[in-house]
T-cell receptor, first 115, second 114 residues
Framework: DQQVKQNSPSLSVQEGRISILNCDYTNSMFDYFLWYKKYPAEGPTFLISISSIKDKNEDGRFTVFLNKSAKHLSLHIVPSQPGDSAVYFCAASVYSGGGADGLTFGKGTHLIIQP | KAGVTQTPRYLIKTRGQQVTLSCSPISGHRSVSWYQQTPGQGLQFLFEYFSETQRNKGNFPGRFSGRQFSNSRSEMNVSTLELGDSALYLC?????????????FGPGTRLTVL
């Protein structure tokens, strides 16, 4: 049972336009969400996070939106740049009190920025 | 500040053998987590160590084990290797592993089981 789903395996966007990556989750206990970016032959790199008490978090060109009622989050990249081409993973966690549970990852979306 | 390092980067083993992977966290980080990445299952959480104690565990068989040393370095062991264990094994460190502490990933160890 996949608790974090990224339904688009790939996404192609023109340079300079907005990239929107989507993520759905089923576990209502998740209360912290993260986006990671991964290049081939490297480990994932943290991008941005949001806790369930917020519905939006911005960091430069990256904005994450959280819709708790729909159990949906999205990552917006504006404007998209060639270096943004990578695989993006959505991840979620539950605060267990004694330490963070392991992150539950989606299967990733391969973002391709076209010149 | 040096990042998370993992050794070896690549490993080839045969079925039935055992393997040990090593992870050195970022200096000052006390939490180390391990993940398995495969094309079919994506990134899956194996376990987390903090102060030499396993604090959380994912849904993997007992063939997968780990430990953490007093300097926070961690090792992961897989015994009786199966073909399905072929994967990228990623280690991640964070300051405390607690809520809101982002995890920083190493480059991974690519394990191939023949």
């Amino acid at each position: 049972d996949q608790q974090v789903k990224q339904n688009s395996p790939s996404l192609s966007v023109q340079e300079g336009r907005i990239s929107i990556l989507n993520c759905d989750y089923t576990n209502s206990m998740f209360d912290y969400f993260l986006w990671y970016k991964k290049y081939p032959a490297e480990g994932p790199t943290f991008l941005i996070s949001i806790s369930s008490i917020k519905d939006k978090n911005e960091d430069g060109r990256f904005t994450v939106f959280l819709n708790k009622s729909a159990k949906h989050l999205s990552l917006h990249i504006v404007p998209s740049q060639p270096g943004d081409s990578a695989v993006y993973f959505c991840a979620a966690s539950v605060y267990s009190g004694g330490g963070a549970d392991g992150l539950t990852f989606g299967k990733g979306t391969h973002l391709i920025i076209q010149p | 500040k040096a990042g998370v390092t993992q050794t070896p980067r690549y490993l080839i083993k045969t079925r039935g053998q055992q393997v040990t992977l090593s992870c050195s966290p970022i200096s000052g980080h006390r939490s180390v987590s391990w993940y398995q990445q495969t094309p079919g299952q994506g990134l899956q959480f194996l376990f987390e160590y903090f102060s030499e104690t396993q604090r959380n565990k994912g849904n993997f068989p007992g063939r997968f084990s780990g430990r953490q040393f007093s300097n926070s370095r961690s090792e992961m062991n897989v015994s009786t290797l199966e073909l399905g264990d072929s994967a990228l094994y990623l280690c991640a460190s964070s300051f405390s592993g607690r809520y809101g502490n982002e995890q920083f990933f190493g480059p991974g160890t690519r394990l191939t089981v023949l």
